[in-house]
């Protein structure tokens, strides 16, 4: 039934329990329960889990991983889709899903939902089913006109806040509201209802990968050998470290500074063999301002780092994301210029 909402489970946080035995949390709740005690409250919702992947801690995700959500999504003619996973690593799932689902999302009128807990099953007041629960009724609404229609993308539910894939951050390792986005979020969960604030941006999907470059994400073949190195007082880079990479994120202080010893270092050795981007470490904020700092654009670019092509206002995990998909789909991190 294409009204039918589907639930793909990756396990972590939601699924936990203690194992006295171990003396360590387990995965130990199923899926299936989980999915049970969140619809619980609306027996009228159509939602089925589709698929349990081989369950795993939100540190042991991977783009492969990722790459068969994204497959196993497009398969479908459902409209509704809601993915449990991990909440350390949700930030990264949800923004690469929507870089790699967010135009035939678009052209189909789907959404994809992902959601998580931030307290394990057995906490008092554990948040996963009514996340889950949260995350299937934003999910029900997909293919709707309106103010009664969820958006044709990837997002994030958690906390009772919807937010944009494009957006969503982690902004605290523990607290039920750790997800949060610099424009606020989309919509809210109000009675059991989505509540929208605003529309998404015009140009919601301009980082996505073109919609036919998905099928060249084979399995065991992608370029995931991109750092992030943040840059703070008294800067270095191991030259060892570089030697073993297919390209670089500088986690760089405020609107992209790079001290002149990381930059004579990189180039032209470095800049010249491999993409190095450059982006705030702040999380929120351009990578330059030349506007005030004139010139504090075509300083670094006209020595071989990247600033544009999409990067000027990611973070550095979303900086990291975008260059691993386009390194492995296109061959290059940024399409847009001649520079890559």
């Known amino acids: 039934m294409e009204d039918e909402v589907l639930v793909y489970s990756l396990g972590a946080t939601a699924l936990q329990k203690y194992d006295e035995n171990a003396g360590t949390m387990k995965l130990a709740l199923r899926p299936e329960e989980l999915l049970e005690a969140a619809v619980s409250q609306f027996p009228q919702t159509k939602a089925r889990l589709k698929c349990a992947f081989p369950y795993r801690s939100g ?20 409209n509704g889709f809601v993915l449990v996973c991990g909440t350390d690593t949700l930030e990264e799932a949800a923004f690469a899903l929507h870089l790699m689902l967010g135009l035939q999302l678009q052209s189909c009128g789907k959404t994809l939902v992902v959601t998580g807990a931030m307290l394990p099953a057995d906490a008092l007041g554990s948040d996963g089913p009514t996340n889950l629960r949260d995350a299937i009724q934003v999910a029900a609404g997909a293919g709707g006109t309106g103010n009664q229609g969820s958006p044709a993308d990837v997002l994030v539910v958690m906390n009772s806040c919807i937010h944009l894939g494009r957006y969503v951050t982690k902004a605290d390792s523990q607290l039920l509201g750790a997800f949060r986005s610099h424009p606020g979020p989309i919509g809210q969960l109000r ?150």
Request: hydrophobic letters at 45%.
């Open 59 to 78: 540190a042991e995700l991977t783009f492969d991983v990722l790459l068969e959500v994204a497959v196993a999504i497009l398969s479908e003619p459902n």
């Open 191 to 340: 009675g059991g209802v989505p509540v929208w604030s605003y529309a998404p941006p015009r140009n919601a999907t301009a980082l996505c990968l073109p919609t036919d470059t998905i099928d060249t994400l084979h399995l065991g073949k992608l370029k995931t050998h991109v750092a992030i190195w943040p840059l703070a007082v008294s800067a270095f880079l191991p030259e060892a470290l570089l030697q073993e990479l297919d390209g670089l994120v500088l986690a760089a202080s405020g609107t992209g500074s790079v001290p002149a010893s990381l930059v004579n270092q990189l180039s032209p050795a470095w800049t010249s063999r491999l993409p190095v981007v450059i982006v705030s470490r702040c999380g929120v904020g351009a990578n330059h301002d030349c506007f005030l700092y004139r010139g504090s654009r075509d300083k670094y670019e006209s020595r071989g780092f990247i600033l544009g092509d999409g990067y000027e206002h990611l973070n550095p995990l979303q900086a990291r994301t975008l260059m691993v998909l386009r390194l492995s789909t296109l061959g290059t991190a940024c399409p847009g210029t001649a520079q890559c």
